[in-house]
């Protein structure tokens, strides 16, 4: 399963779709929505959130596992260093590891700060790099004490983030550089919204496998995220720091607002609809997410 899934990766056409599990004690109506929608004919694989913005939510690797196992689909399961120190990080990834979960996206995370149990503490013994430093480590069949291990683990795939966007091109490329040297496979970005804009990222990545000539050259993944409406547009144009959204989405969908919602939702998807078009033609290696609109999705997929 995890060949196939990196084999495309690498090689093919690739979609990934995003699903964030609930503050619930269950994810399997998460998990029928997707079916009913017959949403795993329409990619390659999911992934699951690990507690974005540090709020509760169901596990991120049991998700995985639930997904793999309703739909025979390699899942990328999101682990964060808020949470955890070293030792529960090699733990996780050991008992995810027999359940078949081997496709780890690796997070600093978000800050506890934004977390709705306000006295909660965030670990961070380290940043992103050094969960990906694990996955090397463990997958050389030995811990982060440079003890061998019983049993080895089948290979992990190690996944990073990156921002789409930054004032100084320079430094998101230092970033994507350490990543890639860190042993990232592949590096996703966050959503994307304009070609010149992906053609940089894609620059970038070329020059960042230049610079770790001893390792597999990793592979960039364009983050898709559509706009159906104004506020979605301004808040992430002006509120999240890794994303550029173009000035003409931001003025197409204010005219639309000032007609009506249901025009203001026609311009949105048909700019994200067109957007995805033109990604997948430049570079078929797509990570979407909608925050569990699996509808939208579906309506962008097919």
Known sequence: MFET?????????????????????????????IAALGLDKLVDGFSTT????????YNALFAAMKLQDRFGLPTLATMSMR????????????GANE???????????????????PHAKGVFEGNSKLLLDIITTLNNG?????????????????????????????TLQKKMTKKVAHGAIAIITQPVYDL???????????????????????????????????????????????IYVPQRWVEAL???????????????????????KELKALHPKIHIMTANQFELAKAILS
């Open 5 to 33: 899934f990196i084999h495309k990766l690498r090689h093919e056409t690739y979609i990934t779709l995003e699903t964030t599990p609930s503050r619930s004690a269950q994810f399997a109506p998460t998990i029928e929505k």
């Open 50 to 57: 690990d507690n974005p913005l540090a709020k509760l939510k």
């Open 83 to 94: 949470d955890r120190n070293r030792i529960a990080l090699q733990s996780d990834l050991l």
């Open 99 to 117: 359940a078949n979960v081997r496709a780890i996206l690796a997070l600093t995370g978000d800050s506890a700060h934004y977390s709705d149990q």
């Open 142 to 170: 030995t811990d982060m004490a440079e003890q061998k291990l019983v049993a080895p683990v089948q290979e992990i795939y190690p996944f990073a983030v990156i921002d789409s966007y930054a004032k100084s091109a320079a």
């Open 196 to 242: 010149d804009n992906a053609r940089n990222l894609l620059a970038m990545m070329k020059e960042a496998n230049i610079s770790s000539p001893d390792l597999e050259n990793s592979t960039l993944v364009l983050g898709f995220f559509p706009i159906t409406k104004l506020r979605t547009a301004r808040f992430l144009d002006e509120n999240v720091p890794g």
């Open 254 to 276: 204010e005219a639309a607002s000032l007609i009506s919602p249901e025009e203001e939702y026609r311009v949105g998807f048909e700019l994200s609809k067109n957007l995805f």
